[in-house]
């Protein structure tokens, strides 16, 4: 989708938790034990800012998984891929 929408300008990155997330989605009867391993929702919100700002100016087709958002923005940024067009 990302190659074929290139042209037009429109960006498409895929954007994950990185594993069950605490939501409202969640059934009320899942044991305590199991709702304290999930991830909290804020997980998500780094990098939607970050996609939201000129450094992702361009940014299409990447998979990321907000887990692990820290190390993937590194990487993003040592292949320089960082700097804002213009």
Same mark, same amino acid.
């Given at each position: 989708?990302? %190659?074929? !929408?290139?042209? =037009?300008?429109?960006?498409? +990155?895929? /954007? /994950?938790?990185? @594993?069950?997330?605490?939501?409202?989605?969640? $059934?009320?009867?899942? $044991?305590? %034990?199991?709702?304290?391993? *999930? /991830?909290?929702? %804020?997980?998500?919100?780094?990098?939607?800012?970050? !996609?939201?700002? @000129? %450094?992702?100016?361009? /940014?299409?087709?990447?998979?990321?998984?907000?887990? +692990?958002?820290? &190390?993937? *923005?590194?990487? =993003?940024? &040592?292949? @320089?891929?960082?700097?804002? $067009? @213009?």
């Amino acid at each position: 989708m990302a %190659e074929d !929408l290139r042209p =037009y300008g429109i960006a498409v +990155n895929q /954007l /994950l938790p990185g @594993g069950a997330t605490a939501t409202g989605m969640i $059934p009320e009867e899942m $044991p305590a %034990e199991a709702r304290e391993r *999930l /991830l909290p929702a %804020e997980i998500v919100g780094p990098p939607i800012v970050f !996609l939201a700002s @000129g %450094e992702a100016a361009g /940014l299409t087709g990447e998979r990321i998984v907000a887990k +692990n958002f820290e &190390s993937w *923005l590194a990487r =993003y940024r &040592s292949r @320089g891929a960082g700097t804002p $067009p @213009g």
